[in-house]
């Protein structure tokens, strides 16, 4: 039974709410293309029939403009994939005149034709984020990208930001309920490791064809070798945190040394947005463009448009 608690909670990782996401956010002002903000029916289609593409995503004649020079690297989290992922924050970025880009990783047997990304383990999926990332810039021609990540999407940035000299090449971290720091899965990981239970559990998480599961559990090697790195200066990073995440837990261990973490609630306090809902919260969507566009710290979101309490 606590196997299949474990790997039950584990599935609901952020990209797991793919079918589930509602309408989003409007597009950012000052458009230079007029892509509509997906919502729940693009999501479902882009999930089963276009997991590798996105509106926005991925355009590799697109060269980066004075006012926004640093292409903007979009990372999906557990399960998920760029088709559903990023319905809403894709074409807003475009809108914006952004140059934006999207990969899946960590596909393995278990990953039903390159739609549920995030199961191999942490180490090859950073490579494979390391590669793209040397894809955009040589495309773009840019010095540096822009990174956003959803849970293990925010922990392979971190991944890329030191193990891949990631410092030199990113100029804004954003983390989404970012997982680089591991998670108790609500305290399941830790009362399996009490009981002395984790082992095997994680014996079959692996066998199952998903390791990444297994390495964003707190203590875990990936997590512990990767945590005792410092994260090189140069970048900003930001966190968006929820109080209400269920999955990566406790929430406050998303936090960074050195960057604006911000909890939704602080500033959105009635904000019911669970994990998973991040991906369509509008506080969240304003939050990290304001962050791209290098804008006020104290920035203060529209506290309306809230995501699912996911």
Request: glycine share 14%; net charge negative; aromatic share 6%.
């Amino acid at each position: 039974m606590r196997l299949t608690r474990t790997t039950s909670l584990s599935l609901a990782c952020a990209g797991t709410a793919a079918v589930l996401f509602a309408a989003a956010a409007a597009p950012a002002a000052h458009a230079t293309s007029t892509l509509p903000v997906g919502g729940l029916g693009e999501a479902a289609a882009g999930y089963a029939f276009h997991p590798d593409s996105s509106p926005g995503v991925n355009d590799w004649s697109c060269q980066p403009s004075a006012a926004h020079p640093d292409p903007v690297v979009l990372l999906p989290g557990t399960l998920a994939n760029i088709g559903a992922n990023f319905v809403a924050l894709a074409p807003m970025l475009k809108n914006a005149g952004y140059c934006v880009y999207g990969t899946n990783f960590g596909m393995t047997w278990l990953s039903a034709g390159g739609r549920v990304g995030g199961l191999d383990t942490e180490t090859t999926s950073g490579n494979q984020v390391s590669a793209f990332v040397d894809k955009v810039l040589a495309s773009t021609g840019a010095q540096k990208v822009d990174i956003v990540g959803h849970s293990q999407g925010g922990s392979m940035g971190v991944n890329y930001l030191k193990l891949h000299d990631g410092g030199n090449k990113v100029g804004t971290y954003v983390g989404w309920a970012q997982s680089s720091n591991g998670t108790t899965l609500s305290g399941i990981v830790t009362a399996a490791q009490a009981l002395g239970a984790l082992g095997i559990a994680n014996v079959g998480i692996a066998a199952f064809g998903a390791p990444g599961v297994r390495d964003q559990e707190v203590g875990s090697a990936y997590n512990t070798q990767t945590a005792a790195i410092p994260l090189p200066q140069g970048p900003k990073y930001v966190t968006i945190q929820t109080t209400h995440d269920q999955v990566v837990t406790p929430y406050a261990t998303q936090s960074m040394p050195g960057a604006q973490n911000i909890v939704l609630q602080n500033l959105c306090p009635n904000d019911p947005t669970g994990h998973v809902g991040l991906f369509l919260d509008s506080p969240t969507l304003q939050l990290t463009m304001n962050a791209l566009g290098g804008g006020p710290a104290d920035f203060q979101p529209s506290c309306t448009g809230y995501g699912p309490a996911l």
